[in-house]
């Protein structure tokens, strides 16, 4: 293998994995170790998230270079979706972080980066960790962090460790650039345990965003074990109607005590979704699209429907209404579309440029009239109106793909593939 003989794993994570002739693969997501009761672990592969974001198992016998920058394989991927077996750790998923303790009684040390080094054999063994020694407690000291080092694997016990608890400091730089969706689906397959300390790290912004992208299951099991004003805090961040979905999946008693929890003002939106059957399009809603009053300037239209945390099928119009302009809003007046505001001048008003004629709904409206309306009108969301045509909110497009998948969709992504071929 024409490769550097010890590679730190936590500077391998993202790097880009290529074939023989060039072509990328995928990118370097984890490592996979066996940490084994005698003797150094054994590094056995990388995870590699490939286009369509899904992760596959790189064994390192496929490995043809690992470079500065790169990792070069034999061109041939087992495209099945990795799945950890019994006996093997994640590197930046459960060994990073770890507490560890030296071998000489001197005290604890957290795992920051492990390097794996290939043997005579052909084996890639796990043989130095790079440690920041633990501080003891002395009041207010102003040397807030231990020293660093570097130490053979043998000179510490505890890397094999389970129930104790785990920063998620490095495993979240190394997952930083991710979006939502995918950080959502390495919580996913992370264990409880850890997949909880991960998302107890998260700012509630990021928490929010990425709880929206995770099953239902996995939502309830860590709002369920967040502190109960951190949960509040962070369904506040949520849009309202996935806080919404959430809460209903919680039980009646802890439900109603993070909407008390809640501001007043983010709980008033939740509370009116919750007052709607699911399978309607009261209960698929959003309450914040980008609404607007007539006068409006186009310049300020876009601007609205350029905000980066809005979903692009929201972004696909704007709702015009008399004030007030929260729902429920004063009358209806009809939509600006987007491609139609990219035509007119920015300082004409989106009141110039609206189409009356747009299709809507009422909030009991079925979920079966909402996908119809939708695909016969080729349009991304439909306003939901009351009966004095005042908008409630909007029925997207990904709300109604949410709402008709089978709620294991996430499992079950093109499983179909086999190895194949690249290059």
Same mark, same amino acid.
Request: charged share 30%.
């Given at each position: 293998?024409?490769?550097?003989?010890?590679?730190?794993?936590?500077?391998?994570?993202?790097?880009?994995?290529?074939?023989?002739?060039?072509?990328?693969?995928?990118?370097?997501?984890?490592?996979?170790?066996?940490?084994?009761? =005698?003797?150094?672990?054994?590094?056995?592969?990388?995870?590699?998230?490939?286009?369509?974001?899904?992760?596959?198992?790189?064994?390192?016998?496929?490995?043809?270079?690992?470079?500065?920058?790169?990792?070069?394989?034999?061109?041939?991927?087992?495209?099945?979706?990795?799945?950890?077996?019994?006996?093997?750790?994640?590197?930046?998923?459960? #060994?990073?972080?770890?507490?560890?303790?030296? *071998?000489?009684?001197?005290?604890?040390?957290?795992?920051?980066?492990?390097?794996?080094?290939?043997?005579?054999?052909?084996?890639?063994?796990?043989?130095?960790?790079?440690?920041?020694? !633990?501080?003891?407690?002395?009041?207010?000291?102003?040397?807030?962090?231990?020293? *660093?080092?570097?130490?053979?694997?043998?000179?510490?016990?505890? #890397?094999?460790?389970?129930?104790?608890?785990?920063?998620?400091? !490095?495993?979240?730089?190394?997952?930083?650039?991710?979006?939502?969706?995918?950080?959502?689906?390495? #919580?996913?397959?992370?264990?409880?345990?850890?997949?909880?300390?991960?998302?107890?790290? +998260?700012?509630?912004?990021?928490? @929010?965003?990425?709880?929206?992208?995770?099953?239902?299951?996995?939502?309830?099991?860590?709002?369920?074990?967040?502190? $109960?004003?951190?949960?509040?805090?962070?369904?506040?961040? /949520?849009?309202?109607?996935?806080?919404?979905?959430?809460?209903?999946?919680?039980?009646?008693?802890?439900?109603?005590?993070?909407?008390? +929890?809640?501001?007043?003002?983010?709980? !008033?939106?939740?509370?009116?979704?919750?007052?709607?059957?699911?399978?309607?399009?009261?209960?698929? /809603? *959003?309450?914040?699209?980008?609404?607007?009053?007539?006068?409006?300037?186009?310049?300020?239209?876009?601007?609205?429907?350029? !905000?980066?945390?809005?979903?692009?099928?929201?972004? $696909?119009?704007?709702?015009?209404?008399?004030?007030?302009?929260?729902?429920?809003?004063?009358?209806?007046?009809?939509?600006?579309?987007?491609?139609? #505001?990219?035509?007119?001048?920015?300082?004409?008003?989106?009141? $110039?440029?609206?189409? *009356?004629?747009?299709? &809507?709904?009422?909030?009991?409206?079925?979920?079966?009239?909402?996908?119809?309306?939708?695909?016969?009108?080729?349009?991304?969301?439909?306003?939901?109106?009351?009966?004095? =045509?005042?908008?409630?909110? @909007?029925?997207?497009?990904?709300?109604?793909?949410?709402?008709?998948?089978?709620?294991? &969709?996430?499992?079950?992504?093109?499983?179909?593939?086999?190895?194949?071929?690249?290059?």
């Amino acid at each position: 293998m024409s490769a550097a003989t010890r590679v730190f794993m936590a500077r391998l994570a993202g790097t880009q994995v290529f074939d023989p002739i060039g072509d990328e693969v995928g990118r370097v997501r984890d490592a996979v170790v066996l940490v084994r009761a =005698k003797g150094a672990p054994r590094a056995v592969g990388l995870v590699v998230e490939v286009p369509g974001r899904r992760r596959v198992f790189l064994p390192l016998t496929r490995v043809t270079a690992i470079d500065a920058g790169q990792v070069i394989s034999t061109g041939l991927l087992n495209m099945r979706r990795f799945e950890q077996r019994a006996m093997e750790s994640l590197v930046l998923g459960e #060994l990073l972080d770890r507490t560890v303790r030296f *071998t000489d009684g001197s005290g604890e040390a957290t795992v920051e980066d492990l390097s794996i080094t290939r043997q005579r054999t052909g084996d890639w063994l796990v043989d130095q960790l790079f440690v920041r020694r !633990k501080q003891p407690a002395r009041g207010l000291s102003l040397r807030r962090r231990g020293e *660093t080092l570097v130490v053979p694997v043998g000179a510490v016990t505890g #890397l094999a460790g389970s129930t104790e608890e785990q920063g998620a400091t !490095k495993l979240l730089e190394a997952y930083e650039d991710l979006r939502p969706a995918d950080l959502a689906d390495v #919580l996913h397959e992370l264990g409880d345990t850890r997949r909880l300390e991960v998302a107890s790290a +998260l700012d509630d912004e990021r928490l @929010a965003d990425v709880l929206e992208e995770l099953p239902e299951d996995d939502q309830v099991a860590i709002v369920s074990r967040l502190d $109960s004003d951190r949960a509040a805090d962070v369904l506040e961040a /949520m849009q309202p109607d996935d806080a919404a979905d959430l809460l209903n999946e919680l039980p009646d008693e802890q439900a109603a005590r993070l909407l008390e +929890l809640m501001e007043p003002e983010e709980a !008033k939106d939740v509370r009116r979704l919750l007052s709607y059957d699911e399978d309607t399009a009261g209960g698929l /809603m *959003t309450t914040e699209p980008v609404i607007l009053g007539p006068e409006t300037s186009i310049a300020t239209a876009l601007a609205q429907i350029r !905000k980066q945390d809005l979903p692009p099928a929201l972004a $696909s119009m704007v709702f015009v209404v008399r004030p007030p302009l929260e729902t429920p809003t004063g009358r209806f007046l009809g939509v600006a579309h987007f491609q139609r #505001l990219l035509r007119e001048p920015p300082h004409a008003s989106v009141g $110039s440029v609206l189409d *009356t004629d747009t299709e &809507w709904l009422t909030p009991d409206a079925p979920v079966g009239r909402v996908t119809r309306l939708l695909a016969a009108y080729d349009l991304l969301a439909l306003p939901v109106l009351d009966s004095e =045509k005042r908008l409630l909110g @909007a029925v997207s497009v990904d709300d109604v793909l949410d709402h008709i998948l089978p709620d294991d &969709w996430r499992e079950h992504v093109d499983e179909n593939l086999e190895e194949v071929p690249r290059g």
